[in-house]
């Protein structure tokens, strides 16, 4: 069974860093997509990062462009997203969320339909 565990929330000062993990079980990290996402209380979910195991090239929402890097670990089977420079606006519950093997060409890797398998979240607070 394929399980994803978020860890590295909490509460920051504006200006502040944190890193998210985004550990994997009941499978190898060699062929994969796994993306982040966060949800602010009222809003709708959003993709802020992905990275996949075929692309040099990660993914980035813009508001998170230069402050956000994320990062695989395949032999530690974890993802990381590195949260410098937060602000306020970053304020939400971090998920992430994968795919293994075939991807779906019919959704685009910051939709929450490209993704199969989901954490239970983590909670990012920033404050001015």
């Known amino acids: 069974e394929v399980q994803l565990v978020e860890s590295g929330g909490g509460s920051v000062q504006a200006g502040g860093s944190l890193r998210l993990s985004c550990a994997a079980s009941?499978?190898?990290?060699?062929?994969?997509?796994i993306g982040w996402f966060r949800q602010a209380p009222g809003k709708e979910r959003e993709g802020v990062s992905s990275?996949?195991?075929?692309?040099?090239?990660?993914y980035y929402a813009d508001s998170v462009k230069g402050r956000f890097t994320i990062a695989s670990d395949n032999a530690r089977n974890t993802v990381y997203l590195q949260m410098d420079s937060l602000q306020p606006e970053d304020t939400a519950v971090y998920y992430c969320?994968?795919?293994?093997?075939?991807?779906?060409?019919?959704?685009?890797?910051?939709?929450?339909?490209?993704?199969?398998?989901w954490g239970q979240g983590t909670q990012v607070s920033v404050s001015s």
């Open positions: 009941g499978v190898k990290l060699d062929d994969y997509a």
């Open positions: 969320a994968a795919v293994f093997g075939k991807r779906d060409p019919d959704y685009a890797v910051e939709e929450e339909e490209y993704y199969d398998y």
């Open positions: 990275i996949d195991s075929s692309d040099a090239t990660p």
